[in-house]
């Protein structure tokens, strides 16, 4: 059994707000200081114990200065546990339920969680190997009955699985990432290719025209879909996102698909590492810039 994070261990971890800090303290500074006026690596004691200043400009850093936690009105610790919520519980949780839970307004959860959804967005810098499939998608208004790829009110996903087959000639997915597109075109679907799946890679498609160019730069091979039952695991895969969407988000639409697709894969892809899961994510949130709120596009905030 992998060891996962449980609300025990993270109480046990942050207490006060000071245990939050001392966190982030390490975060930015445990591998040494560097001035982000001038880039001078010597610091005396800032104002507060959780601040540096440079020895050379005298800019005065805070722990959560320059990164999405900087005053942040929920305070570290109820942040940090809605970091912990919608990391390690498998489904997510919804702004409406992370307001209830933590007394506090659904447009605050619902910020703080738009903010940890931007730390979950990939890095490209681990893209897909070995057997690859991809095929695409549509999400909103889920007529399931609708086929073709016309798009309408719909939205068009692209998603790559790693498809991993044991000794036994089980088939599971490995890792996988889903990308928002414009239209199933070679030039729309050539970015994803190229930031999220390995050149050495083989790769199964359906049928679609739309990935004949690509075949100059990667391995594809294409066969019939059937409706699905030709790429079955992927099949589940998409069913799943579907689901996600419907249940827990089910007003998600406009253009904070991405940042569902980003939180639900970034959980996907680490589900074999729950212990580690939201030291992950706070580290990510840290290198973030700030984000304030007229930023973040609001186009539905009941998700
Ligand atoms: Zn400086």
Redesign the pocket.
């Given at each position: 059994m992998q060891k996962v994070l449980t609300i025990m261990d993270f109480r046990k971890q942050f207490k006060t707000e000071e245990d939050c800090l001392n966190y982030l303290v390490e975060i930015k500074w445990g591998a040494g200081f560097k001035?982000i006026?001038?880039g001078?690596g010597k610091y005396s004691k800032g104002r507060q114990w959780f601040y540096r200043r440079?020895k050379?400009?005298g800019?005065d850093e805070s722990a959560t200065a320059n990164t999405m936690f900087h005053k942040c009105k929920l305070g570290l610790l109820r942040a940090f546990e809605i970091g912990f919520r919608i990391s390690v519980k498998k489904k997510g949780m919804s702004s409406c339920e992370l307001g209830r839970e933590f007394g506090c307004q659904q447009r605050s959860a619902w910020l703080m969680k738009a903010k940890f959804q931007n730390a979950m967005k990939s890095s490209d810098n681990y893209p897909l190997e070995g057997k690859v499939e991809v095929d695409e998608f549509l999400v909103g208004g889920f007529d399931e009955n609708e086929v073709g790829r016309s798009l309408e009110s719909k939205q068009l996903v692209v998603l790559g699985v790693e498809k991993v087959i044991d000794k036994k000639d089980n088939v599971t997915i490995g890792r996988a990432y889903a990308r928002v597109i414009e239209n199933a075109s070679a030039k729309k679907l050539k970015p994803f290719f190229e930031q999220k799946i390995d050149k050495k890679s083989s790769i199964t498609t359906d049928g679609w025209r739309g990935y004949w160019p690509l075949q100059k730069d990667w391995n594809i091979e294409q066969k019939l879909s059937k409706k699905g039952q030709g790429f079955k695991e992927l099949h589940i895969h998409i069913m799943n996102i579907k689901g996600w969407l419907r249940g827990i988000h089910h007003k998600c639409k406009g253009n904070r698909l991405q940042q569902y697709l980003d939180e639900f894969h970034f959980r996907f892809n680490r589900r074999g590492f729950l212990s580690t899961i939201l030291d992950k994510l706070l580290i990510r949130a840290m290198e973030l810039e700030p984000c304030p709120y007229k930023t973040i596009k609001v186009c539905e905030q009941n998700t």
């Open positions: 001035c006026k001038c001078h440079c050379e400009c800019y």
